[in-house]
C-alpha cells in the first residue's frame, strides 16, 4: 500500500476493518518530487463547489511549480468537483474498534485462502517470474493482494482527482492528500493512464494492491513489457510484481520468512516484548522461548510481538515483517498479511488461544487511557483514542511502575487500574 506512513483509510475492503480501528490502511513514502505549500480552505468558509473552484486556480500555480504541463493540469482538473459524500467517509469513524483476534478471522478466513491458493494455481508463472526478480514469496505477494483488494475485486471505482481534490480542499489532511494529488497528476501526465481512468478508493489508493499515486510513482512497475504501468486494469501482473518491488525496496530479505508463532515461558518478562526490543532467536531461546510448531529456534535477530497482550499469541517477528509495516504501519495489518501468507502456502494458523471473552473497549474508553496515562507522565502525544506505538510504551511503563505485567496491552483492567 504504498498508505505507512503512510495509507489511509478504504471504504471497501477487508482493510477497512484497520481504518475503523484508527490504522493507516496504508502509507505513502513520498513523492516523487519536494513537498510544497498546498492552499488551504479559509477557516471558517463552508466547503462548496464554488470554493473546491477558487481553491483550483489556487492550486494551479503549485501543481506548475512541481513540473506539471498546463494542458495536463488543465484536462485533469476539469474533473474536480466537490464530493460531499467524500468528505462523510473521511470523517467516519466507528465507535469501537474490532479485537485483532476478529480482524484475523477476517484476513485468514477460509474463503480468502482457499481464493488465494486458486490464484496462486492459475497465477503460477507469473508468480514465479515476480519472486525470480525480486526475492519476495508468492504468498506473501498474494496475501497482500488479499488484503487489499480481495484479489481484485474491490479495487474501487472512484475517479482520483475529483476525489483527491476534495479531501486537499476540505483542509483536515489537506497537505498530504495535495501533494498526492499531485503525484497523481504526474501518473496522468506519464501516460500510463488518463484522468477518467484513474480509479481507486475515495481516499485515492488505486489498483489490485491498493497504491497511493505517491507510492505508484515511487515503486509501480511495467512487469509485462506492454510499455505501461499498468495497475487498474483486470490483468494483476504489473500490481503484483509492484507490491514484490515495493517490499524488496523497503527491506524484505529473500529466504527469511516473516516470523513465527512461538510459546513464552511462565516467568517471561513481558517488558522485553515490543517492537523496539529485538534479540537473536538464540538469546530468546536461552530464556526459555520456543516455537509453537516444536520447530528449532531460528538464528536471526527478532522482537517479540504480542498483540493480545499476555493472555493471547505471540510472535517472533523478523525484519521481513518491518517490511510488511513499511507498506501499511498496522501491526494486526502486517499479522493478518503474514497468517494468510502462511495459510495460502499450506502452513497452519495461529495456534495459541485468543482472549475472546473479553469486552471490547471503546475509541472514547482508549482515549481516557491516554489521558490519564498522560497525567500521570507517561504519554505525551496526541489524544486521538487510537493505541499505537507511543501508547502501547506508556502503557508498559505505568504497568511496570505499579509491579503489573508490562505487556503493554490495552483492556477493561488496564483502564480500572488507571482510574484507580
Request: with cysteine; glycine share 12%; hydrophobic share 40%.
Amino acid at each position: 500500500m504504498k498508505i505507512s506512513t503512510l495509507r489511509i483509510l478504504l471504504a471497501t475492503t477487508l482493510a477497512l476493518s484497520v481504518a475503523a480501528c484508527g490504522a493507516p490502511l496504508s502509507r505513502s513514502p513520498g513523492s516523487a518530487g519536494a513537498q510544497v505549500t498546498i492552499p488551504q480552505r479559509p477557516a471558517g468558509a463552508p466547503a462548496s463547489q464554488a470554493g473546491l473552484q477558487q481553491w483550483v486556480q489556487q492550486f494551479r500555480p503549485v501543481a506548475l511549480s512541481q513540473g506539471i504541463s498546463p494542458a495536463t493540469f488543465d484536462r485533469s482538473m476539469a474533473l474536480a468537483s466537490y464530493q460531499s459524500d467524500i468528505i462523510a467517509l473521511d470523517r467516519r469513524q466507528s465507535e469501537f474498534s474490532r479485537p485483532i483476534w476478529a480482524y484475523i478471522d477476517d484476513a485468514a478466513s477460509g474463503n480468502r485462502v482457499s481464493t488465494g491458493r486458486s490464484k496462486a494455481s492459475q497465477l503460477g508463472s507469473t508468480l514465479t517470474a515476480i519472486e525470480g526478480r525480486y526475492g519476495v514469496p508468492r504468498e506473501i505477494v498474494l496475501a497482500v493482494w488479499g488484503m487489499e483488494s480481495n484479489f481484485g475485486g474491490n479495487r474501487g471505482s472512484t475517479r482520483i482527482v475529483p476525489a483527491l481534490s476534495t479531501l486537499a480542499y476540505d483542509g483536515r489532511r489537506g497537505q498530504f492528500f495535495g501533494n498526492e494529488l499531485i503525484a497523481a497528476l504526474r501518473i496522468i501526465q506519464s501516460g500510463d493512464t488518463g484522468p477518467e481512468g484513474l480509479v481507486g478508493s475515495w481516499a485515492g489508493a488505486m489498483g489490485h494492491t491498493q497504491f497511493m499515486p505517491s507510492s505508484y510513482l515511487a515503486h509501480a512497475v511495467d512487469f509485462n513489457g506492454d510499455g505501461r504501468r499498468d495497475i487498474w486494469s483486470n490483468d494483476p501482473t504489473d500490481s503484483l510484481a509492484s507490491t514484490a518491488a515495493y517490499l524488496r525496496q523497503a527491506g524484505w530479505r529473500q529466504g527469511m520468512p516473516w516470523g513465527v508463532e512461538v510459546v513464552l515461558p511462565s516467568n517471561f518478562n513481558y517488558a522485553l516484548s515490543g517492537k523496539e526490543q529485538q534479540r537473536a532467536g538464540g538469546s530468546w531461546a536461552g530464556m526459555g522461548v520456543r516455537t509453537a510448531n516444536g520447530t528449532a529456534m531460528p538464528g536471526w535477530s527478532g522482537s517479540i510481538l504480542v498483540p493480545a497482550g499476555s493472555g493471547g499469541p505471540a510472535f517472533l517477528i523478523s525484519p521481513n515483517f518491518r517490511a510488511i509495516l513499511d507498506y501499511n504501519t498496522s501491526d494486526s495489518y502486517a499479522l493478518g498479511v503474514s497468517i494468510l501468507c502462511d495459510r495460502i502456502a499450506g502452513r497452519s494458523g495461529v495456534q495459541g488461544s485468543w482472549p475472546r471473552g473479553e469486552r471490547t473497549l471503546s475509541n472514547a474508553e482508549k482515549a481516557e487511557i491516554q489521558r490519564l496515562l498522560a497525567a500521570r507522565g507517561f504519554y505525551r502525544d496526541e489524544i486521538d483514542g487510537k493505541l499505537g506505538s507511543k501508547s502501547t510504551l506508556a502503557i508498559r511503563a505505568f504497568q511496570q511502575s505499579v509491579g503489573a505485567t508490562a505487556d503493554g496491552y490495552a483492556d477493561a483492567q488496564l483502564l480500572a487500574m488507571l482510574r484507580g
